[in-house]
């Protein structure tokens, strides 16, 4: 996979706004807020408009990468013969070696925090059948560990508090930290930063700081990635797709304790 990013970071990720905080006690206080910057970018795939995402405005190449595959429009980077980005970061074109059928002639905005997030290809239509993900051995030493570099914060969400992040990890080393206003951005950014590096992420495990409904298990399972943890919580769908799939699901990360909802491989007897 190529990519060509003329974008030169054209625009800052954190913007500062003046802001009055009114209090309880009628009095006020002035104060210059830092705000995350919201970015709109348009995905063009083989010359069709197929997605316009609204994220954070960095490491949009790898969204982009991380997003196809996470949603099963390629298998792996050596399916995409390149992605460019314009110098302006809001408009990313795409030309798959293997061309695909895009159903969709009206796009919509792919919001930038929610379930159900969309890409606009006919997935179910690309002939590829899902198989369960092969779970690796894991220690609890590690998920600590990870657990503890998360309490200490990220540099975009301790200036603002608006910012989900995403870990790629690799046993107890953290290869790659990303952030956006998405945690479906900040994970597909993740993946995408290991596409771009070569990173076999089917050896790697994945720690997002938001919640875990079923379309982010989803992703995990569609780029085989064996295991997802979280500091927040599943829902009832995620728990039974990972059972399906085989995929390790630990979730309420904190440096004092974890919950197993899926272990494949009973590394936790219990």
Known sequence: MQSFDKSADSKTEIESYHACIVKRDGTYQQKDEHLQAEHTLDVYIDGQLSMRMVCSPSHLVELVSGRLLTEGVVADASDIEFVYLCEYGTVARVLLKKKIA???????????????????????????????????????????????????????????????SCYLVKDDRILYVCEDLSRHNAFDKVVGCAMRDGVNIKECFIYTSGRVPIDMASKAIRAGIPLLMSKAVPTDLTVELAKRYQLTLLCAAHPDSFTVYNDPLHIIEH
């Not at 159903?103 to 369960?132: M, W």
């Not at 894991?138 to 914060?153: K, L």
């Open 102 to 164: 895009l159903e969709h002639t009206n796009v919509d905005t792919v919001p930038s925090c929610c379930t159900g997030n969309k890409i606009f290809a006919a997935i179910e239509q690309l002939g590829r059948t899902y198989q369960p993900v092969t779970p690796r051995i894991w220690q609890p030493s590690w998920i600590f560990s990870v657990a503890d570099t998360f309490a200490a914060d990220t540099p975009m969400h301790k200036k603002t508090f608006g910012a989900h």
